[in-house]
């Protein structure tokens, strides 16, 4: 059955032909949503996922590799600093027990190097200066040097703070030593002498060198300023320039990342020695562990690529077999709906059928009481009969003919009509034209209709098919509603510039409260008995078509109106 209407291409309300950019746009939005949430609702879990193993790993393996660097340091620091403690606290303890005379005699102060070599061992010497910082003695391999001694950073450090431990120097054949020198009270004289201590550093350096490093890695020791205290695998000899830039304070063990000069990956661990001028360094390659995170990044990055272009695959596809599947169902309802909408206007048109005929029924008795009349006229006389007779009786015939073919022909279009077609209405005889249909009906049953339609009330662009269905569908429920001799008033407003109204409103029992929401709703119905309770969810579609809207006001006992507003210009 085709009615001239294209559903979704074409013409849909306006009368004018559209292209179907709007009504496809909405399946567009549609697709894009459907992408959007589900890509949403299916990626989060599986980013957050990968994420948050991305950081767990990654903790747990920089935990594998920062903490053993950080227990070597750690253990390395504390074997020096206890190597140096021991005898700083050594040294600080000869000072105290020994006399100022005992330490001044050179044979005495060479068994007290033997007494601490015994049980510490690393004194190369010993010597002992005054408060001017004149030797009064001096023992084991130390240089004498008691000139300028006054000026040395050792001794000065000794007179003030107690005790000292100095940065390494070399000594005169080129071996690597330090100092460490204590202040000691003479109470006697109102003075102090200092008793310094030259140690060897080759038990830290043999230390440093049994460490089970990679041939890559390095250990040594810099003092504040970056000078090397110890030898280095990378880094040169003693008093050499070390490269690692350490903060300008070291004040705690730390354990970072760094590019060497050759663009190596590195980790480098440092902490500060004790109470001394000593910083020590670990520089390590982070080997295996680094190789086998690179290699767990890739491998989840590549699942997480690959997760992403299937998930994503499915979902486009899945987003659209579903909305491909919507767009069909709304194609089956819109024909659905046009079907039945063509049904129910058929269905009113049936129950008009009775009028209807009554309307017919009387110009064909007067065709036939005519036409009777000239068929008496010609056989009661052998003369024709007179002629303005027979003009009149004709005029009558022809009238009553023009009556018949209005009616059938306004009942015909009525029913064919369904293309929309804008075009202008005056809403006033439109309303007019539907009551004759129900005209015969309200006057068998006696109910009185006021129509009230004000002067110059303006015409309006709509269609004037679905007009018909909206007014015929809001009668036929107005005459259901009220009893035989009720009232039903029609009334035509301009509510603005660009909008008229239409009030329908009867007697009727009036529709409760708490239904009265849901009388636009499909197959809802107040008629128990023979309501199918599509009339008004069709009215309630046409109207919005049209650009309008439908209103219902209702009391129990008080009758209902419904109010029909429509545009100016559709």
Not at 236 to 245: F, K, P, R, T, Y
Not at 493 to 521: A, C, H, L, M, Y
Request: a neutral charge; proline letters at 4%; aromatic letters at 8%.
């Amino acid at each position: 059955m085709d009615h001239g209407a294209t559903y979704h291409g074409t013409r849909l309300s306006s009368g004018h032909r559209t292209s179907g950019r709007d009504f496809y746009s909405r399946y567009r939005r549609l697709w894009w949503y459907c992408v959007i949430f589900t890509a949403f609702v299916s990626l989060t879990p599986l980013l957050s996922m990968v994420v948050i193993n991305y950081y767990q790993y990654k903790g747990t393996l920089s935990e594998e590799i920062v903490h053993p660097l950080a227990r070597i340091v750690a253990t390395s620091s504390r074997f020096i600093d206890r190597f140096l403690e021991q005898r700083k606290a050594a040294l600080v303890y000869t000072a105290r027990r020994e006399s100022h005379e005992r330490l001044s005699d050179p044979k005495e102060l060479g068994r007290i190097l033997v007494d601490l070599n015994r049980s510490f061992g690393g004194f190369l010497g010993l010597a002992v200066l005054s408060s001017k910082g004149v030797q009064q003695a001096n023992v084991g391999h130390d240089t004498p040097d008691a000139l300028g001694t006054k000026h040395q950073a050792w001794f000065r450090e000794a007179s003030v703070r107690g005790v000292h431990v100095s940065e390494v120097f070399l000594d005169i054949a080129n071996r690597p030593r330090f100092v460490i020198a204590v202040r000691k009270e003479n109470a006697q004289v109102d003075s102090f002498q200092v008793l310094r201590a030259t140690i060897d550093l080759e038990t830290v350096v043999h230390h440093l060198a049994s460490l089970d490093l990679q041939p890559t890695s390095d250990a040594y020791l810099v003092n504040r300023k970056g000078i090397l205290q110890t030898p280095s695998r990378h880094e040169g000899n003693i008093l050499d320039e070390c490269s690692v830039a350490l903060p300008a304070v070291v004040s705690q063990p730390e354990v970072t990342e760094l590019t060497d000069r050759l663009g190596r990956p590195r980790l480098l661990g440092y902490t500060p020695i004790g109470q001394s001028p000593f910083i020590f360094i670990l520089l390590r390659e982070p080997g295996h562990v680094v190789r086998a995170w690179l290699s767990l990044s890739s491998n989840m990055l590549w699942l997480l690529g690959v997760s992403v272009v299937v998930l994503m695959t499915m979902i486009i596809v899945g987003s659209t077999y579903l909305v491909n599947r919507i767009r069909e169902a709304d194609f089956r309802r819109d024909k659905a709906l046009h079907s039945i909408a063509y049904t129910n206007k058929m269905a009113s048109i049936g129950r008009m059928a009775a009028g209807v005929a009554h309307e017919i029924n009387n110009p064909l008795a007067i065709i036939n009481e005519n036409a009777g009349l000239i068929r008496d006229l010609a056989a009661m006389k052998n003369e024709p009969p007179k002629k303005e007779r027979l003009v009149k009786i004709a005029e009558i015939i022809t009238n009553s003919v023009e009556r018949c073919s209005t009616i059938t022909h306004r009942l015909l279009g009525f029913a064919k009509r369904m293309d929309p077609l804008i075009e202008r209405i005056h809403l006033g005889s439109l309303v007019e034209e539907v009551l004759s249909f129900q005209g015969k009906e309200a006057e068998n049953r006696g109910i009185a209709i006021n129509v009230d339609i004000p002067d110059r009330f303006p015409a309006i662009n709509s269609d004037r098919g679905q007009l018909q269905q909206v007014f015929l569908n809001i009668l036929s429920n107005a005459f259901a509603a009220v009893e035989d001799g009720g009232r039903i008033d029609i009334a035509l407003k301009q509510d603005d510039e660009k909008t008229v109204s239409v009030t329908i409103s009867d007697d009727g029992p009036g529709i409760p409260s708490e239904v009265i929401d849901r009388v636009f709703e499909p197959f809802f119905s107040t008629k128990a008995d023979y309501g199918t309770g599509l009339g008004l969810s069709i009215t309630f579609g046409i109207v919005e078509k049209l650009g309008g809207r439908i209103e219902v006001q209702s009391e129990v006992g008080q009758g209902a109106s419904f109010i029909v507003r429509l545009p100016l210009s559709s």
